[in-house]
């Protein structure tokens, strides 16, 4: 395919979600054509633009806009369709986030248009570009192609590689004026979680409990062990549903998906709705007292032992390993 | 208030086996039961029911063994169920799907009363998508919220709802005209069970059931596998997992291995990566 692709990127704090260097590095895959990025809401630095076009993106669309800086699906649906009809794309990407979950079926609908969700890997087989997406809890997969343009996906954060960093590479600046009219929704507040800053869905590291830590005093031993490695801090359903810790840190089938390079399960016993959503980590370990837990299956490295015995002179070490 | 719940029967996949040819469900061996998300959202119904007042729908898209779903939401305290069954629905996409449901809600509406919400789940086991509800609400021109946690209010006379909602960072506080369409998420609340007057009003309940042709003015052409852009190739299954390794030994002997491991962590991921 030849036509043009367009990203939906994201920001988190002004700085770009990895998730849109994966979008680029997927939609190259998928097209040989021009890949236009498009930011809402502010502007964009010039260390944006720099980083977009080190990762392969060739222009650059922002829409500037107050009702733009946080999320609503009516106002952005009509900065996308404004964006669609200035770019005219055959692809169009979005990181299977919050946001891409939300917006993208309504984008779909809008265009008639055919749409693949919670994509981990694209592949070519004569010509034609399959979608590999994970169904049924992650007990298998499934190829999917589309068969009319626009093509429009979403991919799992952390599966698709960004591609190789080039130095210098020139990206096209363009601003679109839009008139944002008729929302009909109002955010009345937001309320930030005190997540430490790394957003669980594309952290590298993920310390997660389950009933196992008892509580309060279990997940600050998660928290501390998160933060001497530079991780996010999760959790099962189990213990979202006994009131250890919020919702939003519930990592699974219903939670969030996530798939970082290392995932230490401490007191998790390993539900398949649970390894739905971790299974595919890259490196496991796994801490439990139970030798029979289904979570040792997918772990690479399986500890039986006690959390509270284990997780305190691991936190010492490596905070020794810092300070050194 | 009429609000109508979308709810759909599909395999209990967390019990299923997979053929092992076609890496497919193996429907003789698995259970039929209703997507476990949905009964979040008809728990939601029920409850605004109880605080509002008004009436409660319940469609399902499905083969005929469906009406078990809808008798489940009649357990649960629904007063209408509904289904759409037919040959031309079979091998839909989610656009198709989104579209067939569209205009059987709007078919409801002509048959009970005008719609002020639709909620559905999170999204269903089988497809794991999330993509039909949004899909229906853009159908309908309606406005639509996902990963709501919490109904906080709705003021039937000015037409409003305010929902509690996930976002990416924590969440949100929302107000929005009505008619919307909702996604809630499983932690909004616990599904009840059923009351005796209701569990046999449902083991006699018939629901409504409209082929293609009762749906006046579709568009054929959009419906089941000619009106699916998107096409399933093939099904296959995830690598083995081999389950690794113990670490054995004293205490300080595992925490020195974990430690050593995370440490070396960069180089050997990148040699053991998994598919």
């Not at chain 1, 590689?161 to 839009?178: C, D, H, I, K, Y």
């Not at chain 2, 998300?37 to 029911?49: P, W």
């Not at chain 2, 469906?66 to 357990?75: D, H, M, S």
């Not at chain 2, 976002?167 to 005209?177: A, D, F, H, I, Q």
Request: glycine fraction near 8%; aromatic fraction near 6%.
């Amino acid at each position: 395919m030849q036509g043009r692709a367009l990203i939906l990127g994201e920001r988190k704090d002004g700085k770009l979600r990895q998730v849109t260097l994966e979008a680029t590095s997927a939609a190259k895959k998928v097209t040989s054509g021009e890949v236009v990025v498009l930011l809402l809401g502010d502007g964009s630095d010039a260390s944006t633009k720099e980083m977009l076009g080190a990762y392969g993106a060739d222009r650059l669309l922002t829409i500037e806009h107050e009702a733009l800086r946080h999320y609503t699906s009516d106002a952005f649906m009509q900065a996308l369709r404004a964006a669609v009809d200035h770019v005219q794309p055959e692809v169009i990407v979005f990181g299977h986030t919050a946001i891409g979950k939300d917006i993208a079926p309504r984008l779909a609908a809008r265009l008639g248009a055919g749409l693949i969700s919670d994509v981990v890997d694209i592949v070519e087989k004569d010509g034609v570009v399959h979608f590999v997406r994970p169904i049924y809890a992650g007990k298998a997969f499934e190829e999917r192609t589309i068969e009319k343009a626009p093509m429009m996906f979403t991919i799992r954060p952390n599966n698709i590689a960004p591609l190789a960093e080039s130095a210098g590479r020139n990206v096209q600046e363009e601003t679109l004026a839009l008139e944002i009219k008729d929302l009909r929704s109002m955010i009345e507040e937001v309320v930030k979680k005190a997540t430490s800053g790394v957003d669980l869905s594309e952290a590298k590291i993920v310390v997660s409990g389950g009933r196992g830590t008892k509580g309060e005093e279990g997940f600050k031993l998660l928290y501390e062990l998160a933060e001497v490695l530079g991780g996010a801090v999760g959790a099962s359903r189990g213990a979202c549903d006994a009131g250890y810790v919020d919702y939003a840190l519930q990592i699974g089938q219903t939670g969030k998906v996530v798939t970082p390079d290392l995932y230490i399960a401490c007191g998790i016993s390993g539900a398949i709705q649970h390894l739905a959503g971790m299974s595919a980590s890259k490196v496991i370990v796994a801490i439990n007292k139970d030798p029979e837990a289904p979570i040792f299956q997918v772990a690479d490295y399986g500890i039986v032992g006690d959390m509270f015995e284990v997780l305190p002179p691991l936190i010492e070490a490596f905070k020794k390993i810092k300070s050194a | 208030m009429h609000t109508l719940v979308l709810v759909k029967q599909v395999p209990d996949t967390k019990n299923a086996k997979l053929h092992p040819v076609t890496y497919t469900i193996d429907r003789s061996s698995t259970v039929n039961i209703t997507n476990p998300s949905d009964l979040h959202a008809v728990e939601a119904a029920v409850r605004l029911k109880e605080t509002y007042g008004g009436i409660v729908s319940s469609l399902s898209m499905g083969p005929p063994s469906a009406v078990e779903t809808i008798r489940e939401t009649i357990q649960m305290g629904v007063d209408h169920g509904f289904m759409i069954s037919d040959r031309a629905f079979a091998g839909a996409d989610t656009l198709a799907t989104a579209y067939a449901l569209s205009i059987a809600a709007q078919k409801i509406e002509r048959t009970v009363s005008p719609l002020d919400l639709i909620i559905t789940g999170k999204m269903t086991i089988d497809g794991d998508t999330g993509q039909v509800g949004p899909g229906v609400a853009r159908r309908l021109g309606w406005y639509v919220l996902t990963n709501v946690v919490d109904i906080v209010e709705v003021q039937l006379k000015d037409r409003l709802m305010t929902v509690r909602r996930q976002n990416n960072s924590g969440y949100e506080v929302v107000r929005t005209p009505l008619p919307a369409l909702l996604a809630v998420d499983p932690s909004i609340n616990k599904p009840r069970r059923a009351s005796m007057p209701n569990m046999v009003r449902a083991a006699r309940y018939q629901p409504t059931i409209w082929s293609a042709n009762d749906l006046e003015g579709v568009d054929r052409s959009k419906l089941g596998l000619k009106g699916s852009p998107t096409i399933v190739r093939k099904v296959f299954p995830p690598p083995k997992p081999e389950g690794g390794e113990r670490v054995e030994g004293s205490l300080e002997d595992q925490v020195k291995f974990l430690t050593k491991i995370l440490l070396e962590r960069p180089e050997w991921i990148k040699t053991r990566e998994k598919v």
